[in-house]
């Protein structure tokens, strides 16, 4: 999961684990959808933050 303008936001960074009981199968694909609403609590990642957005490149 990243910032929706930025990759390099740190404060946005996290993951999920995904578990698929027999699935996918071989003519079966899974598709996941992860979404939030802010950053993590008490982020210590360092880092670019959301209000250094440039909006240049979208990556910084």
């Known amino acids: 999961v990243t ?3 930025a990759s390099y936001v ?3 960074f996290d993951s999920i684990e995904v578990g698929c009981n ?3 199968r071989a003519d079966e694909m899974a598709l ?3 979404m939030t609403d ?3 609590v008490h982020s210590r990642a360092g ?3 959301a209000s250094q957005i440039e909006g240049k ?3 910084r």
Request: proline share 10%; glycine share 14%; no cysteine.
């Open 32 to 34: 996941i959808l992860v």
């Open 47 to 49: 880092g670019l933050e």
């Open 57 to 59: 490149d979208g990556l």
């Open 38 to 40: 802010g950053p993590r």
């Open 3 to 5: 910032h929706i303008r």
């Open 10 to 12: 740190r404060s946005h």
């Open 22 to 24: 027999d699935a996918p």
